[in-house]
């Protein structure tokens, strides 16, 4: 057997790597895959290549490659956490832990092992299990913050309030401690505090969010260019036209809802009552059509108004293309409804109708203020989109944005294809609107909607907050003394329009 090496910096490698960050994905795929056969005992290479198919929504395909590496597990024992990692970032949390676990096993003393554990607990709920592997690193590692932001986090889960400040006040003390850690530490001592101090709550968030906002001009701009290019795409799109489409798309149209709504506007609590039913896949904030199927759709199509045999012929192959991955990931066929759930398609919604013209769009709303203060206090890693977020007027310019595409959309589509939900219903009666919901779909829907909520794993940045009750004082947060004079004169002639347009009243 020739020996087996870890070699990240093949030319073949490098040369795949700069054609992944250039967009072109499947051309970098096929770039990964020269490159582990060439060199198949590179575990570097094979766990390249594994990455980009789960990174394409290719899940049965990347599975094999990591399958593959099994046998050198015996051998090498920090395999197991290479490969865990891998798993983790293609969003295959039950192969991740099951790595991680057997990592451990063999070598119990590794910080890093207990932190990516830790992380992955608590994403499944799992909070005294997880705060077991957070103390765990911090014995191992007493100068890192890392197992100590954990803790903090997992104690707050767990109604321990007056630890986690206190591991959140301590974080903030060092001197050095990296931007990032800083202002997720920031963000999430200010949600604790907001219950009692809701001034000394603002001031944490407002500092983290103007820090941000100013370190990245260039990641704003590009947020707005793609907004630009994705709106310019489905501009022509008109009634005619959608009735159009609706007419010629193929009679076995999948039973597929997008599930959409601005962020923090309750997507995620309303996709795990959803998925109780067993007549239901949730996938779980999959990013497959936002990542794999929109750029390749713009680059093809131009326009989304084209509707040659070229066009035609483009759109049918990412129809399959979506469908074939998305079934990949959940291991199922087509006879159960498929729910996709992502705030991001959004401002995708009319894309996401051109491909699948009789899909269902299932769409959650919040009172815009109530889901803007909820964005300004979560913590999100900066990336084009969520760096929108930290300016309370280019915050509110945004909402209007993203939310009237939905509203340009459901002036196109026929009534029966289309359900609102609001969060506030949702909550004061959770069974009469699952009822409805049910009806609509032709589904069972759970007999007590707050029975429903999930015990497996949540990707969602909501994981912790859909655990709970639901409860009354999510509602008319805006109110409050400290967030109600941030919505002035100036913050109501943006958001007023939009507000009405989706059955909101500014008095109410």
Not at 10 to 25: D, K
Request: a neutral charge.
């Amino acid at each position: 057997m020739a020996k087996v090496i870890y070699d990240p910096q093949t030319t073949g490698l490098i040369s795949a790597r700069t054609t992944w960050s250039l967009g072109r994905r499947d051309e970098a795929v096929e770039g990964f895959r020269s490159e582990a056969r060439k060199t198949p005992f590179n575990l570097a290479a094979q766990l390249d290549f594994a990455r980009a198919l789960g990174s394409v929504y290719r899940h049965r395909d990347a599975r094999r490659a990591l399958a593959r590496l099994n046998s050198y597990r015996r051998s090498l024992p920090q395999l197991d956490l290479l490969i865990g990692q891998v798993a983790r970032e293609i969003l295959l949390p039950d192969l991740a832990r099951t790595h991680f676990e057997r990592f451990l096993k063999r070598q119990p003393d590794s910080p890093d092992g207990w932190l990516e554990l830790g992380h992955l607990l608590e994403h499944f709920g799992e909070y005294p299990q997880a705060l077991d592997c957070a103390e765990r690193v911090a014995r191992l590692t007493p100068s890192s913050p890392l197992p100590i932001l954990l803790r903090a986090s997992v104690l707050s889960h767990l109604g321990r309030s007056d630890e986690a400040r206190g591991d959140y006040q301590s974080l903030l003390a060092r001197a050095r401690l990296a931007d990032g850690l800083r202002q997720r530490a920031s963000k999430e001592l200010a949600s604790l505090l907001d219950a009692s101090d809701t001034a000394s709550a603002l001031e944490l968030v407002d500092g983290v969010n103007r820090t941000i906002w100013q370190a990245h001009p260039d990641m704003i701009d590009r947020g707005r260019l793609a907004l630009e290019t994705n709106f310019g795409f489905v501009d022509g799109l008109d009634a005619e036209f959608a009735q159009t489409l609706i007419g010629d798309s193929p009679p076995d149209h999948p039973r597929l809802a997008f599930l959409i709504g601005f962020a923090r506007s309750g997507t995620t609590l309303l996709e795990k009552l959803l998925a109780a039913s067993p007549e239901i896949a949730d996938a779980e904030e999959l990013d497959l059509f936002g990542q794999v199927v929109q750029p390749a759709l713009v680059g093809t199509l131009k326009q989304a108004t084209r509707s040659d045999d070229n066009a035609r012929d483009a759109v049918s192959y990412l129809r399959e293309r979506y469908l074939a991955g998305i079934r990949g990931y959940l291991g199922i066929g087509d006879e159960r409804w498929l729910i996709d759930k992502n705030p991001s398609n959004t401002q995708l919604c009319e894309s996401i109708f051109r491909v699948f013209p009789k899909a269902r769009f299932l769409v959650m709303l919040r009172d815009p203020r109530d889901t803007m203060i909820s964005v300004w206090f979560q913590h999100f890693p900066p990336n084009p989109e969520s760096v929108q977020f930290l300016n309370w007027e280019n915050l509110a310019r945004h909402y209007v944005k993203v939310m009237s595409r939905w509203l340009r959309l459901r002036d196109m589509l026929p009534p029966d294809q289309w359900r609102e939900v609001r969060y506030e219903s949702m909550v004061k009666n959770p069974e009469a609107e699952m009822k409805s919901l049910g009806a609509w779909l032709g589904v069972e829907g759970p007999d007590s909607p707050q029975q429903g909520q999930p015990t497996g794993f949540v990707r969602s940045p909501s994981h912790a907050a859909i655990r709970q009750p639901m409860h009354q004082n999510r509602i008319g947060r805006w109110k409050r003394p400290g967030f109600a004079e941030r919505f002035d004169d100036r913050l109501r002639s943006i958001l007023e329009p939009t507000l009405t347009a989706l059955g909101f009243a500014w008095d109410e």
